[in-house]
């Protein structure tokens, strides 16, 4: 089931495909704070740390794989928008081979570093039991995440986000019911949490695989699975240099975790808990970077390249209304919610509202970074946000979390600085490289990934 979004109100097709985009992502973190809630009803803060460093983890090779399958759904949507549907068996069946070997890869690699992994981040020694039974559990599970993710990449492709939304709500029900029995009943703590990820995770594979062999009519033959020298590189080309953004991205919020950690169990706890809240609330901005890139692709591969531009300016303007309401906010509620999950320590709560109140700033600022590197991806430019992130992160996350440790040790408010100062670096850059790539955005430099060099499509 394939979504034209080259024609019609651009506004329209972004809400029609972020809409059931943004409602599966928000049962996917709504599930990941489940396990972080309910963990905290049946267990102390020694288990709510082990569950939110190796969340945290978990959060960080996820969005790695979602930035690694911004690749397959950038190519399918530029096809469908190209009206090349005979190339899509290739590039799914490229892309589910591909995916296989990360998927085994890394599961391997993992398992081997799961102890020096836990010592990078000064885990508290009380944490230690609880924190590596669930990184076990969920390295175990890597292969479902990746299945899962290239799935949903492929719908997003097609332009069906509607799909994906019904097999997250599926899985997420049946990981809050878990939850209770694996962590409630039988006392499982973190590693039952992992256990329920895991779980309903296999299960949302198995729907999702299911309808993609129905309901799109693609069907790969044999062939398709070995990889194309035409194809594979354009896949790396796009997802290598997302997914490495990604990843240093969340390194940088490890590092910070490994520095908060380091001041002991409650600001553990409580870094724990506000980055499980933030990524709740970072839901809208990613969806919008996911949108704008399947849009643009799509209206790329149509030549209709005034729509991918209006594609990103409207998703920038929705998240700086998003992002202000948020941070507004955050003043006022901020010790409420982290008081929602850490019930029996009133200094984590205190230290955990002071970091939200700070750091929620960055929705507003990590929103308009966003929305500019789903349209470079679009445009087959994805090292252009690998640029921005790494130097932002390298000149102001880092540092700045590490100074704002040393110069403020009784509070965590100016921590919380460092992460939206870093986006508003990268928004800066991102600027400067939109006009500088000009040139990029029109149809003369554009090309098939075979290289046809037709001047609908994109390199």
């Not at 990029?440 to 430099?445: G, I, K, L």
Request: charged share 10%; hydrophobic share 50%; proline share 4%.
């Amino acid at each position: 089931m394939q979504q034209n979004m080259t024609r019609g109100s651009i506004v329209g097709n972004l809400f029609r495909f972020a809409g059931p985009f943004l409602v599966s992502s928000f049962l996917q973190t709504f599930y990941g704070l489940a396990d972080l809630f309910i963990t905290g009803q049946f267990n102390g803060t020694v288990s709510i740390s082990g569950v939110s460093i190796g969340s945290q983890v978990m959060h960080m090779l996820t969005v790695v794989i979602v930035g690694f399958s911004v690749g397959p759904t950038v190519l399918i949507a530029r096809a469908v928008g190209a009206k090349r549907e005979e190339e899509l068996g290739r590039l799914v069946g490229n892309a589910v081979s591909l995916f296989s070997i990360f998927a085994v890869s890394v599961t391997v690699l993992l398992l081997l570093f799961r102890v020096p992994i836990m010592r990078a981040l000064s885990t508290p020694e009380e944490a230690i039991t609880e924190t590596a039974g669930y990184l076990m559990i969920c390295f175990l599970g890597i292969p479902f995440i990746s299945a899962y993710n290239v799935a949903s990449a492929i719908f997003r492709g097609l332009g069906d986000t509607k799909s994906p939304m019904k097999y997250v709500a599926a899985a997420g029900i049946l990981n809050i019911g878990l939850d209770f029995l694996l962590i409630g009943s039988l006392g499982m703590g973190a590693a039952g949490a992992a256990l329920a990820t895991v779980l309903s995770q296999a299960v949302s594979d198995i729907l999702a695989i299911r309808a993609l062999l129905s309901m799109t009519g693609i069907a790969p033959k044999r062939s398709d699975f070995a990889f194309d020298r035409d194809i594979f590189p354009e896949i790396l080309k796009i997802g290598v240099p997302v997914a490495m953004q990604e990843g240093f991205i969340q390194i940088s919020f490890l590092v910070i975790t490994a520095i908060a950690n380091s001041r002991g169990v409650e600001v553990s706890a409580a870094v724990g808990v506000v980055e499980k809240i933030i990524s709740f609330l970072f839901l809208v901005p990613s969806a919008m970077m996911s949108t704008v890139s399947a849009v643009a692709a799509q209206n790329a591969g149509a030549g209709r390249h005034e729509r991918s531009r209006q594609a990103l300016f409207t998703s920038i303007l929705f998240c700086c209304l998003y992002g202000a309401v948020i941070f507004a906010l955050c003043q006022f509620v901020s010790g409420q919610l982290v008081s929602l999950f850490i019930h029996d320590d009133p200094l984590a709560v205190t230290l955990g509202a002071q970091y939200l109140r700070s750091y929620s700033l960055d929705t507003l600022f990590a929103g308009l970074q966003f929305c500019f590197s789903g349209f470079f991806s679009a445009y087959g430019k994805a090292f252009y946000s690998f640029l921005h992130n790494i130097i932002s992160i390298l000149a102001v996350r880092i540092p700045g979390a590490y100074l704002a440790s040393v110069y403020f040790p009784d509070t965590l408010f100016p921590m919380g600085l460092a992460a939206p100062l870093g986006s508003l670096l990268s928004f800066v850059i991102c600027l400067i490289l939109y006009v500088r790539g000009r040139r990029y955005w029109n149809p003369a430099s554009l090309k098939t990934p075979s290289g046809s060099g037709k001047s609908n499509q994109v390199s």
